[in-house]
């Protein structure tokens, strides 16, 4: 829906990234529709700009006695 704009801001400045909420208004018929598609096309817009997601890593170290 154009009313109410879409919202858009930084949620948090997590350890391992920027946490964005991102709020667009829909028909609660379309709910699910828009939900998953504002993830695709988040996610496509940050693969356009060359932008990774980074994935925290663990690394595990074994030791023998």
Known sequence: ???PAPYVSVGKLAD?????EVRP???PD???TVYFDILE???LAL???KISIP???RDVH???H
């Open 1 to 3: 829906l154009d009313e």
């Open 62 to 64: 074994i030791y023998q």
């Open 41 to 43: 096309q988040g996610k």
């Open 47 to 49: 693969d356009a700009h």
């Open 16 to 20: 391992s990234g920027v946490q964005l």
């Open 25 to 27: 208004h829909s028909h």
């Open 30 to 32: 379309n709910y699910w």
């Open 55 to 57: 994935f925290p890593q």
